[in-house]
């Protein structure tokens, strides 16, 4: 047939296709078709036209269409449906390596050039699609729109969508506009956008400026505002930076600046600066009021190398600072600042460590500072002093059996400590006048009324010296230690009583003194083992575990003055003992004689569940019905009267699954007097009772998972019809449809908690607690139904502790979200419905009316 082409040696040819390649144009093109290769040829033009899902593949793009026309003679591609009406037959232009993917109605495309012309095209960008009449493709990454849409709601359901005269696309990611409207369910907004800019997405990180929303709640107090005034700056790729503030036409502001470093696995730091000034409209308004509060919070965590770090955690921040500016509840509910630096090293070999840490609190009720540090600390390895070369820790080497000189175990450390302790007399005085006292005692004692040295520094040494299995038994194990421990402190106090004033003074005296303690032990501990054959439902057997230590302790009396640590003073009620090391930061009481026996039981209960299946194959498991049980006490043997110690109980245990349970109690021998002071008569003989308890504690803890299938509903079961079942015929009521209830199965969770504590007081009612906690508690509804919260109920004082509810709805393009706390003292609500593209949405909340999508009860306007 004259004017036919394609069959002449096809390679790999197939049934039915039709695929060849010129090399006449350059660079190189190469096509296929389905269906049928038509040429046309004159002395003017050249034309190949591809019949059945055509192929035109240049390295300028890819074409596919249901027909594509060569224009060989113009190095011009011409795309349509032809007559195929099928999806695969909609001209599409793919762009190299799918950077870029237009679909049009008419494709005209140059492959010289790479430009092309559309009709009603639609474009596939970051964040959307854009949908114009006519488009101009000029290069591969500047692309004109003619009588535009964009959105980033699905083609063919746009809820909202920007129509514009002439639209610019660069790069797939930025878009420039000119005369657009913006329309919300087609219904147009009044207000036309001269011109506009849609920038890329928030992962390329750009410098600018940030979004201002205005703000007109609370304009009585406030006035009207703008929120989020500022600059995001990107100074490199491992610094950012950012400054931001609201300004009301009232003189109320809030300042913050940011700045954040990152250097991946080297070190990561930001830093917040904060300021804000509340007031009211006019100095003559009632309650006029002016509020300004300040924060600085810098974190920084550095790994200098393998073997050392430094963590750093400050954070000063005015007392109503966080109470006027954010909505976390454990923020809110902070009574305190905090602020540490630390720095780690660890020896290479593990010969040592040595730790530095510089620690600030403050308080905000009274504005009482303590600074703790510069501290170090050092502490080495522990070591065999009398083992063999190669031994160490206690090991022997070569496999041989250790011996006295390899179970000789040294350990020593040392720690270095200095603080200062600002309680000022005014609790209302400036928060930072504690940094004018640091350095000058004259107005440390004039806030404080203290008349002793505001700084105390000293250095704690520790050594220990042990000695394991001195017993050549494998059921005992006998061990022995010396602990010594000895304090330097730069000053002492001195005590003498005023006969005038009939009280005692104490005075510092400047010098170096040392105060030693010290005691050897010897401790015996074994372990048995109890078997019971019982059954018990599917519990067969029971072991209980018992194991019993006793430690024997003796120090000599420190409290004797040959030691250097006490003194003895005459007064009216007889001579008085004290320790000239009181008022130092290692503050060593010294004691009497010790001579103590200390008592620790650990008891474990266990017992094998065995469970058999249809076929009669035992499987089994070992439960523990209690994890732990010990009781711990002490006899001191030195003491001519109270000698026993409080008994103290714990028990843990896991024997319900997945239920943590914790106890705790404290009991005491012995009776009281009427100021809660323990006297030497028995609890038996006063209230009949062997122990009296004084402490007890109660805790629970779970989470519990739910509709792990998802949200799902089930029908309604099938009943076969009985006539004599007359629960059938139910009292019909006709205001209402019969409805049937379908179960919903929905993803859930929840961490339940419950603590309830018991304090014995002397002469008063014992405190108790009870507290409910319910945090975490998500529910899943659907595939876009999320509720989330957290509860807490106190059974004592029967209140609910503060709580937080928050409903998220995932749309199509948009976002519904609320969070509310509609209990305590702070109740607040936010509502938000936003189009799910976080540049689009500034614009929503620019335009009067459409900011109204998100509303609060913020008295304040801001939430961190």
Known sequence: MPGMYGQANPPNPQLGQQRSTIEGIKPFLSFDARDSLILTLSDSTRIGTL??????????????????????????????????????????????????????RRILFNVESGKGKFEAAEIQVQQGTLQGEAIKNISESVVFIEDGRYSTCPPNHMTYYIRANRLKVVDQEEIFFTNARLFVLDIPYPLPIPFGYIPAGPESRRSGLLQPTFVVQNSSRRGLGLQQVGWFQVFNEYLTGQLSGDVYTSGTYFLQGQAQATVTDKFSSNLTLGYSREQGMEPTDPGFAENV????????????????????AINFASSNYFQRNSYNIDERASTNSNSRLAYQFRDPDNRFNFNTNLAISQRFQDNATSLTGPSASFSLRSFAPFAPEGGQDGRATGGQESTWRDRFIVTYSNTFNSRFSYQPLDSLSSPDSWTQAVFDPATYRENTGEETTPWQVGLRQNVSLSLGQLLPSQFLQLNGSVNLTEVWVPMTVRKSYNPETGSLETTEVPGFAAGHQGSASLSLNTTLYGLADWKIGSLEGFRHTFKPSIAMSISPDFQDESWGMTRTIETPNGPQTYSIFENSIYPVYASGKQWSLAYNIQNTFET???????????KTNVLRLIDQLSLTGSYNLALDSLRLSPLSVRLTSRAVPNISLQASA???????????????????????????????????STRIRGGSRGATVESAPYLPYNPSDLSYFNPYEPILEPITPYPLNAPWSVNLSFSYSWIWQNNAPARKTAILNARSIQ??????????????????????????????????????????????????????????????QNLFQKLPVLNNLERSSSPYGRRF
């Open 51 to 104: 019949f059945g899902q055509a192929n035109a593949n240049h390295e300028k793009g890819l074409l596919t269409a249901g027909q594509v026309s060569l224009y060989l003679h113009k190095d011009e591609l011409e795309a349509t449906p032809g007559a195929d009406s099928t999806v695969e037959a909609i001209p599409l232009l793919r762009r190299p390596n799918d950077q870029q993917e237009l679909q049009s």
């Open 293 to 312: 509060s300040r924060r600085i919070s810098l974190t920084h965590r550095q790994t200098i190398s393998p073997y050392s770090s430094v963590n750093a």
């Open 608 to 618: 094998k569940q065995v469970k058999r299946d249809s076929t009669g194959e035992e």
């Open 666 to 700: 404290s009991y005491r021998f012995y009776s009281v007097n009427e100021l809660g002071q323990p006297i030497n008569e028995w609890v038996y003989r006063s209230t009949g009772k062997l122990l009296q308890p004084t402490r007890f504690r109660l805790s629970a």
């Open 779 to 840: 529910f899943q509804l659907s595939d876009r139904w999320n509720v989330s919260t957290q509860l807490g109920y106190d059974f004592i004082r029967k209140e609910l502790t503060p709580s937080q509810f928050s409903l998220n709805r995932r749309m199509e393009c948009w976002n519904l979200s609320m969070q509310f706390n509609p209990f305590g003292d702070f109740t607040y609500y936010f509502f938000r419905l936003n189009v799910d593209a976080g540049q689009l």
